[in-house]
């Protein structure tokens, strides 16, 4: 879904998940009304690193989305003892086998997420990227390392995003299984519903996040 910028409007902001059940949930967000109108993308990438890095690279390659802002969203295993699916997650960082990548405004991003969702607790810490689902054991040594959650496609995205030019990048991702709450499936279990319903909030938080970033006008 792409909102077309208007002359001489703000540069576009990209929104980056990897599954189809999260393009929709935050496809079918409702927008806040009020305020200039901002132009967003939402991308499917696909699963994994490398799909993340191959659609991001070139969505931005097109003048379309020339200097936007990225934001990489989806679900993510949480590694904290006390998470619960529907939790948010904002990335102070990013970490992944290239480096770590800070984000950009993260406490603007968690004062928009409380008000879009009241109620859902939000975590801030490292995410961490992996190429493949973490189960069990693999988990309690991602947490031992300082990470507070783990999805595959933030690292790869933010780290794509910056390769193709300078620009402001967050990870904000809704915590669909957690120690206690491990989930097979997504959607067939009440974890995987609430993390869906969590993630169709939150696009007018990202929305608020691009109007407080100091982005050149286009």
Not at 17 to 31: K, P, Y
Not at 80 to 86: A, F
Not at 102 to 131: F, K, N
Request: positive net charge; glycine residues 12%; aromatic residues 2%.
């Amino acid at each position: 879904m792409t909102a077309a910028p208007p002359p001489g409007g703000p540069a576009p902001l990209l929104v980056a998940c990897a599954l189809g059940i999260e393009q929709l949930a935050l496809r079918s967000a409702r927008r806040p009304g009020g305020g200039a109108p901002v132009p967003y993308t939402v991308l499917r990438t696909g699963m994994g690193p490398d799909n993340a890095r191959r659609a991001v690279s070139g969505a931005l390659a097109g003048p379309e989305l020339a200097g936007a802002a990225v934001l990489a969203s989806g679900f993510c295993a949480g590694l904290l003892p006390g998470m619960h699916p529907g939790d948010l997650v904002v990335a102070a960082e990013t970490r992944g086998p290239d480096g770590t990548t800070p984000c950009v405004g993260v406490e603007a991003l968690v004062a928009a997420l409380e008000q879009a969702a009241p109620g859902r607790r939000v975590h801030t810490g490292p995410l961490i990227g992996s190429d493949h689902v973490v189960r069990g054991q693999e988990r309690a040594l991602l947490r031992a390392r300082g990470a507070i959650a783990v999805d595959m496609e933030s690292a790869a995205t933010l780290r794509a995003a910056l390769a193709a030019g300078p620009r402001p990048v967050a990870a904000v991702r809704v915590v669909v299984d957690a120690p206690e709450h491990e989930l097979v499936r997504i959607g067939t279990v009440t974890g995987g519903i609430s993390a869906f319903r969590v993630l169709r909030s939150v696009m007018p938080a990202f929305l608020r996040w691009h109007r407080f970033l100091p982005l050149p006008r286009r």
